[in-house]
């Protein structure tokens, strides 16, 4: 090779210049949530700078300027898509730190697990059939869309809510579920089986789709975990890590699923990782709901668990804890605590500092798409900009949950 | 001396009358009818797929008519909305782009037959606008020309999305272009002429229509078609997860109407031209003209024929209904191709498959002979 040769750099000699795009707030894919700067040569991403922050609201401060039971609201806001997950996991941390985790009566085991296995299948819904949508695939974002009205509909018939529930209390649950529930759950189940196979039709084997997704997006197992991927992007690298399973809580040491795990880590594994979960959930509920005990749902401790109306009018103890808690907030002991759970989306986690009084001192939230949404720039760079969105779309970036 | 030899004047009225009649009953086919109630028959179709209802909600004084007077509220809309031209952009270029995208959708109709040729009066009528004899060359000359209104459009707008936009519709339309045109070499081959209306005449027998000569040159023909429309799946140039709109991003009120009009024109185009190349065009199967005549001859000469017509002309738009409906459920059920992959498709895919089906085309005539 001749010096003239090996001198010889396209870009200068041709005078091109690299296109600066900026995708983002204000972009379709983008939601008003995050900002790509792109630098593209004709159609190929040379660098990819991500930018958060769109969406901060402080979350973290407000936690500590109310007692603990009012961060409930809150924490329905991180990722709205599966608010309830937010609420147990939060709840759990603030048992674990109390040390009442051990005395939830079990019917109250079981409703916390299958209401976090029904967020979990309103998570899935939305994210698959939004990155159906965002390749074009209207009608199968649709179908899904159907099916988590179907699903929202039992959250609403349990705790009145569709999107931010607020259902999961610190000892206990706002209310019991309803009657029918059994039936109800049987009767959404049948549809969204059906929808499910339509949707799997339209898109799983279709080529097109499977152009799109099979290997864009991909990352190995070693820069997966560097990164700190979690939950279904990491599984789909084919790391078996499900925090279900590493550290069971509630009742997922007793049930019978399986953990999905990809191989290649590219965006169509995700996708089959995900609608594995959808099924998964499904017999995790099933499993559940037949075994479902009758009994209390709350500790019964007026010290932990704001005590009934009824209480309160009749024991005199309860009406002090009511009194109590209300001036002064549910009182927990000094100290700090983790307890990780295993979100739609990955590990969600909530660190509480506790000075032993009745409002956080700090509270810090672990949200796995954070540490997903680190590492856009490295999946994107060299591949496509269309490819950016279904990348994008299968690390699954909730505003909410990424910037607090 | 001289002799005067007096050439009697054509009748000049009647063709005038006739031409001017069917120029306005394109037109209003056309403009009046499709564009308006495609935009209509899209959501209310893609609603039916999806299990919704549709737009129902515009009425007026009560009345909705199932949602019909949305084309209106449409229109409305579209109308008083500012007319924006971003800073920066070139002002002439960004006007008349829209006009460059929308005027070939209409002109490629002018020499597709929507029927064959009637006595009435004793004045024979052709219903083609424009009878040439290389009709369809003159619609890939004219269609190729929309081309321009959308690459011009994302040039003149001063923003990169545009920009990308409108590079990738000049490479798509590009691409296939090509393979379009080879794609229906076969056809051409088989019927032995380029003008529409003998190739519409030569499908009289349900078993010559060009579907049966020519199925891959049909499946071809119809992926490019798809490909020069511009939706999904081939939507690239427009994608709105990727850019934002692609070369009209910038674009508003009648001017967006404008290149959203010559989206739903193409689909009527290219279900006519697919009607007459391949589905008989006018042709009612197992059923002659000369029958349909005979079958009315109570109505007299010229009401026998103008019966003949009226049916005939139904069955055409009939047919052109049904394969924009076809097309309209690819749209609602297919996502979107990326930008290299319609280029792959484009190029390996269908140009060689196009070459394959003129020879094969070749062989069977050689043979046949």
Partial sequence: ???????????????????????????????????????????????????????????????????WTQAFPYTDRLNYNSAIQNNVAYAMTVEKLMGVADKMPERGVYIRTIMCEFARMADHYTNLGAAALELGALTAFIYFVEARELVWDIIESVCGARLTSNYIRIGGHASDLPENFKAHVKKVFATNRELYEDFDKLLTKNRIFLDRMRDTGSISVE??????????????????YDVRRAQPYLLYDQLDFDVPVGSTGDNFDRYLVRMEEIRQSMRIIEQAIETLPEGPINIADPAVRQPSKEGVNTVMEMMIFHFKNEIEGIQVPRGEAYFPTEGSNGEVGFYLVSDGGGKPYKCRVRPPCFAMTQAMGRM????????????????????????? | MFEYSYIPPAPLLPEILEMMLKIVFIFTMNMGFFAPVLGYVERKQSALMQDRIGANRADLFGVTAGGLLHIMTDAIKLLFKEDFIPRGADKLLHTIAPLIAVVPALIAFTVIPFGGTYVLWGHKVNLVIADLDMGILFIFAVTSLATYG??????????????????RVAAQMFSYEVAMGLSLVGVFMVFGSLRLTEIGMAQENFWH????YQPLGFILFFACALAENKRVPFDVPEAESELIAGYFTEYSGLKFAMFWMAEFLEIVTIAAILTVLFFGGWNIPFVTLQSLVSFFGFLGDTGSQAAAMFLQVAVFWLKVGALIFLQMLIRWSLPRFRYDQVMNLGWKIILPLALLNIFLTGLFILAAN
């Avoid at chain 1, 997966?224 to 690298?237: D, E, K, N, S």
């Avoid at chain 1, 060299?382 to 909730?398: S, V």
């Fill in chain 1, 1 to 67: 090779m001749t010096d003239a040769k090996k001198d010889y750099d396209f870009h200068k000699e041709s005078h091109t210049e690299r296109m600066v795009i900026n995708m983002g707030p204000s972009h379709p894919a983008t939601h008003g949530t995050v900002r790509f700067f792109l630098k593209l040569d004709g159609e190929k991403i040379v660098h990819c700078e991500t930018e958060i922050g769109y969406l901060h609201r402080g979350f973290e401060k407000h936690c500590e300027n109310g007692s």
């Fill in chain 1, 223 to 240: 820069e997966a975990i560097q990164y700190g991927f979690t939950g279904p992007c990491l599984r789909a690298c084919g790391v078996e």
């Fill in chain 1, 380 to 404: 994107v760079e060299g591949a496509f900009l269309a490819d950016l969105i279904p990348t994008f779309d299968m690390i699954n970036l909730i505003g909410g949950e990424c910037d607090r």
């Fill in chain 2, 150 to 167: 959308g690459a011009i459009a994302g040039w003149a707008s001063n923003n990169n999305w545009s920009l990308l936009g409108g590079v």
């Fill in chain 2, 209 to 212: 229509w060009g579907i049966f």
